[in-house]
C-alpha cells in the first residue's frame, strides 16, 4: 500500500504541497457564467501546470470551453483507451463554521482541510501525481490514457460535454470511463464493520421543477381562501404524501449479495434470503431512513419556497422548487407526470428548469474486474461493489461514446468525512491521498498489455 508509517514524512510529500497549492485557489462556479470569476479558473489553470510540468509537456492537450482541459496520454496502442475524468470547480462555501479556513489548505491533525478536497480536487491530484511519476520513469501505458478535467461539473455546465463532442470528433471510444462518485466508503451500512469500495455503474437522473400559483395579491387584512401561497402550501402536502413506487434495482441487489458474507454471522442468512426477495428487501430499506430509502425510489424535495414580500402583504404569486433524482428505470417525464397528477390543480404551473435522465447502467464485467483488483490491492480490508449513485457528475456525458462508465474515487472517506463534500470541514487525510496515487498508478501500469 502507499500510506506509509506515522513519523516518516508522508506529509512532506510532493502530492501534498501539490494539492494544497490547488486548494487555495477558489474556483467558485457559478450557473451565471457572468458571475464566474475567470481569472481565478486562469490562475488554477497556470498552478496545475507549475505543479504538473512533465503531465503538460508530455501530453496532448486541447483547451475546452469553460476552463476544461483535455489531454492525451499516447499509448502503445490506441485501440480501446481508457478515460480518467475529474473537475477542478467547487461549491460555494455557505456555512460559518468551518473550524479551519475552508480556502486555507491547511495542514493539521494528517489531513489536508479545504474546499475541493474531496471533491474533486483530491482526486484530480490523484490522477495527475500518477501520471507525473510514471512520466519521470519513462512508463508508456499498454493504451492510449485520456485525462478530461471539466471547470464547471458543480453548476451542470458544458465543459464535460465539449470533451465528449471532441473524443466524438476524433472517433474516440473508450474501453471505460472513470470518473468521481462512489469511495472506499467506512460505515457505509449499520452492522458492517469492513469498508465499502462502491463503484456507481450509473447515477440517479435528475428533474428541477418550478411550481407557480398567482392571485390577486392584496392587504393582508383582507385575505381571500386558497390564495397562492395556500395553493402551493397544499401542492408540497400532496408531494410529501405520495411518493413514488420503490423497487431495488440490480446493482443494489449485488450490492446487497457482495456484502452478505462480511455481515454478522447472524444476520447472513436473512439477507442471502432477502437478496432473493426484492420486494420484500424494498420494504425494509423503505423503513431504515431517507438515506436507505433512496436507494430504492426516485426522491422528491422541495427545496425552496417564495411568496410575498412583505409580512403585511398577500402574496400575488407564490413559488416552491422540487429537486427529484430519478432512479434507474423511471424518466423524467414520469416524473413530471406524476407531480401534476398528484397536486391535481390546473391553477399551477410546472415549469421544468434542469432534466436529465437516469445513467444506463454499465456492466460489472473485465473492466469492472480491473477496477476491484486494483482496489484490492491498495485497501484490502475494503469489498468493492456497484452501487447506484444518487448525486450527479461529469460521467453522465461520457454514456454517449461508451457503455461502461463507472463513478469511484479511491479515497477512504468517514461517514463524517461523506457529510463533509458541500458541507463544512471537508477534508482528505494525507496517507488516504497517497494511496489514491497508488491506485491510479497501479490502474495504469496494470491495463491489458502495459509494462507493469
Given at each position: ?48 501546470r ?72 483530491g482526486?484530480?491530484?490523484t ?41 466524438e470528433?476524433r472517433?474516440?471510444?473508450?474501453w471505460?470511463?472513470?470518473d468521481?462518485?462512489g ?11 469492513v ?25 393582508a ?27 431495488a ?5 449485488e450490492?446487497?449479495?457482495r456484502?452478505t ?10 439477507l ?12 425494509l ?30 402574496a ?35 415549469e ?46 461520457f ?14 472517506m468517514?461517514r ?37
Amino acid at each position: 500500500m502507499a500510506s506509509v508509517s506515522v513519523g516518516s514524512g508522508r506529509e512532506a510529500a510532493p502530492a501534498v504541497a501539490k494539492l494544497r497549492a490547488l486548494v487555495r485557489i477558489p474556483t467558485v462556479g457559478d450557473r451565471d457564467p457572468a458571475q464566474v470569476d475567470h481569472a481565478v479558473f486562469d490562475a488554477f489553470l497556470a498552478e496545475l501546470r507549475a505543479q504538473f510540468p512533465l503531465l503538460h509537456e508530455r501530453l496532448e492537450l486541447t483547451a475546452l470551453p469553460g476552463h476544461g482541459l483535455l489531454f492525451r496520454w499516447p499509448g502503445r496502442s490506441p485501440a480501446d483507451p481508457v478515460v480518467l475524468v475529474a473537475h477542478l470547480d467547487v461549491v460555494p462555501v455557505v456555512a460559518d463554521d468551518w473550524r479551519r479556513p475552508p480556502f486555507g489548505a491547511e495542514l493539521a491533525d494528517g489531513a489536508v482541510w479545504g474546499r475541493g478536497t474531496l471533491d474533486d480536487k483530491g482526486p484530480l491530484v490523484t490522477i495527475c501525481e500518477a501520471v507525473e511519476t510514471l512520466l519521470a520513469r519513462g512508463s508508456v501505458p499498454a493504451r492510449d490514457v485520456w485525462l478530461s478535467f471539466g471547470g464547471d461539473e458543480e453548476v451542470a455546465g458544458t465543459s464535460a460535454r465539449h470533451a465528449v463532442d471532441e473524443l466524438e470528433r476524433r472517433g474516440v471510444r473508450p474501453w471505460f470511463v472513470l470518473d468521481e462518485g462512489g469511495a472506499v466508503a467506512g460505515g457505509a451500512l449499520p452492522g458492517l464493520r469492513v469498508p465499502l469500495a462502491v463503484v456507481g455503474v450509473t447515477e440517479k437522473g435528475v428533474v428541477t421543477l418550478l411550481l407557480r400559483a398567482e392571485g390577486a395579491g392584496g392587504h393582508a387584512s383582507t385575505p381571500a381562501r386558497m390564495g397562492p401561497t395556500a395553493r402551493i402550501a397544499r401542492a408540497v402536502l400532496r408531494l410529501e404524501r405520495a411518493p413514488l413506487p420503490a423497487r431495488a434495482p440490480a446493482p443494489t441487489l449485488e450490492l446487497f449479495r457482495r456484502i452478505t458474507p462480511h455481515v454478522p454471522r447472524a444476520a447472513r442468512p436473512l439477507l442471502a434470503r432477502l437478496t432473493g426477495l426484492p420486494r420484500l428487501l424494498t420494504r425494509l430499506l423503505l423503513a431504515a431512513g431517507p438515506e436507505a430509502a433512496a436507494m430504492v425510489r426516485t426522491t422528491l424535495a422541495v427545496t425552496t419556497l417564495s411568496g410575498s414580500p412583505a409580512l403585511n402583504v398577500i402574496a400575488a404569486g407564490a413559488t416552491a422548487g422540487v429537486n427529484a433524482r430519478v432512479m434507474v428505470g423511471d424518466t423524467v417525464a414520469g416524473v413530471v407526470a406524476h407531480v401534476r397528477r398528484t397536486i391535481a390543480d390546473d391553477g399551477i404551473s410546472i415549469e421544468v428548469v434542469e432534466r436529465h435522465e437516469p445513467s444506463p447502467v454499465s456492466p460489472w464485467d473485465e473492466a469492472f474486474g480491473l477496477l476491484e483488483s486494483t482496489t484490492a490491492a491498495v485497501f484490502p480490508d475494503a469489498v468493492t461493489t456497484p452501487y447506484v449513485m444518487m448525486a450527479s457528475a461529469d460521467a453522465r456525458h461520457f454514456t454517449r461514446i461508451c457503455e461502461r462508465v463507472y463513478r469511484f474515487a479511491p479515497l477512504r472517506m468517514s461517514r463524517a468525512q461523506r457529510a463533509s463534500i458541500h458541507g463544512a470541514d471537508e477534508h482528505v487525510r494525507v496517507a488516504d491521498l497517497l494511496d489514491g496515487v497508488e491506485w491510479y498508478r497501479r490502474l495504469l501500469l496494470a491495463l491489458p498489455g502495459g509494462d507493469g
